[in-house]
Antibody, heavy 118, light 106 residues
Framework: QVQLVQSGAEVKKPGASVKVSCKAS????????ISWVRQAPGQGLEWMGW????????HYAQNFQDRVTLTTDTSTSTAYIDLRSLRSDDTAVYYC???????????WGQGTLVTVSS | DIQMTQSPSSLSASVGDRVTITCRSS??????LAWYQQKPGKVPQLLIY???TLQSGVPSRFSGSGSGTDFTLTISSLQPEDVATYYC?????????FGGGTKVEI
């Protein structure tokens, strides 16, 4: 069965960087993309970006273009999100989501809480 | 970028009521519209895709309609387990914007 398993919770100081991983199983990793979505405490869902696991093409939300890098490692079927220059308002649960081309995002990871605090 | 506007932002209804949530896109997105349900502390779950196709395992009291710019999620008979926040999302192409969410209470 399709599974996306994310890395554990992180606590970071303002100005630091964080890298969250998302290990996929149960499907051909390179045949799909991965979207990243975050949710601040008590807030809605915010789409951050998408990467093709096939060729590494990316699309970033305008709000994150200068601070986020999405990568994949097809040898381990793992996607990564790297968020730099962390601020307190980056405190959120970060989700990876499988995204087929031209189809609906379907499977979600369990989420990773990133807390930014001095 | 295309904006997704959901209304209402919250609602309270009784068990058995018919509940309707609206999602409007600022440009035409054909039928590339999904609805998700998120219960408190849980991961969002896909309810409906292609505006009106029920995801496998989702109760038939949920339905979706619309195309172009105006979409609707309907719960035909609200149940206690439907207490959640509901989000629409466009998925035609990037950015895959979400609506602001609708919190449904009983």
């Amino acid at each position: 069965q399709v599974q996306l398993v994310q890395s554990g919770a992180e606590v970071k100081k303002p100005g630091a960087s964080v890298k969250v991983s998302c290990k996929a199983s149960g499907y051909t990793f390179a045949s799909y993309g991965i979207s990243w979505v975050r949710q601040a405490p008590g807030q809605g869902l915010e789409w951050m970006g998408w990467i093709s696991a096939n060729n590494g093409n990316t699309h970033y939300a305008q709000n994150f273009q200068d601070r986020v890098t999405l990568t994949t490692d097809t040898s381990t079927s793992t996607a990564y999100i790297d968020l730099r220059s962390l601020r307190s308002d980056d405190t959120a649960v970060y989700y990876c989501v499988r995204k087929p081309m031209a189809k609906v995002p379907d499977y979600w990871g369990q989420g990773t809480l990133v807390t930014v605090s001095s | 970028d295309i904006q997704m506007t959901q209304s209402p932002s919250s609602l309270s209804a009784s068990v058995g009521d018919r509940v309707t949530i609206t999602c409007r896109s600022s440009q035409v997105i054909s039928n590339y519209l999904a609805w998700y349900q998120q219960k408190p502390g849980k991961v969002p779950q896909l309810l409906i895709y292609a505006a009106s196709t029920l995801q496998s395992g989702v109760p038939s009291r949920f339905s979706g309609s619309g195309s172009g710019t105006d979409f609707t999620l309907t719960i035909s008979s609200l149940q206690p387990e439907d207490v959640a926040t509901y989000y629409c999302q466009k998925y035609d192409n990037a950015p895959l914007t979400f609506g602001g969410g609708t919190k449904v209470e009983i």
